[in-house]
């Protein structure tokens, strides 16, 4: 079992940067994949970020590649998402999430993840 608690979100303006927080708990933390999802109001939830247990080689999607940093701190059982350069579109509600790492789903799949947190909101507006 895997408890997830997000913070670090508000409303910030175009091109400020925010860092989101994800405490986990549970002792399978150090060797599942971590990711970051969002959700905007109306939309599908969209993959966002994900770090495999070792930290090497995150994954992003396009729309954050270059603006977005994902990465964990196992001795202290975190995950972080830098977010920096941030638009409009980015505005959403940002979940974590937690997967084994032994899962055969796409990193990117919200299918494949076991454990959510219950989201922070980043509202991103002049």
């Known amino acids: 079992q895997v408890q997830l608690v997000e913070s670090g979100g508000g409303l910030v303006q175009p091109g400020d940067s925010l860092r989101l927080s994800c405490a986990a708990s549970?002792?399978?933390?150090?060797?599942?994949?971590m990711g970051w999802f969002r959700q905007a109001p109306g939309k599908e939830r969209e993959f966002v970020a994900a770090i495999t247990w070792t930290g090497s080689s995150p994954n992003y999607a396009d729309s954050v590649k270059g603006r977005f940093t994902i990465s964990r701190d196992n001795a202290k059982t975190m995950v972080y998402l830098q977010m920096n350069s941030l638009k409009p579109g980015d505005t959403a509600v940002y979940h974590c999430?937690?997967?084994?790492?032994?899962?055969?789903?796409?990193?990117?799949?919200?299918?494949?993840?076991?454990?959510w947190g219950q989201g922070t909101q980043v509202t991103v507006s002049s």
């Open positions: 549970g002792r399978a933390f150090t060797t599942n994949t």
């Open positions: 999430a937690s997967r084994s790492k032994w899962s055969s789903w796409p990193i990117s799949a919200p299918g494949g993840y076991d454990y």
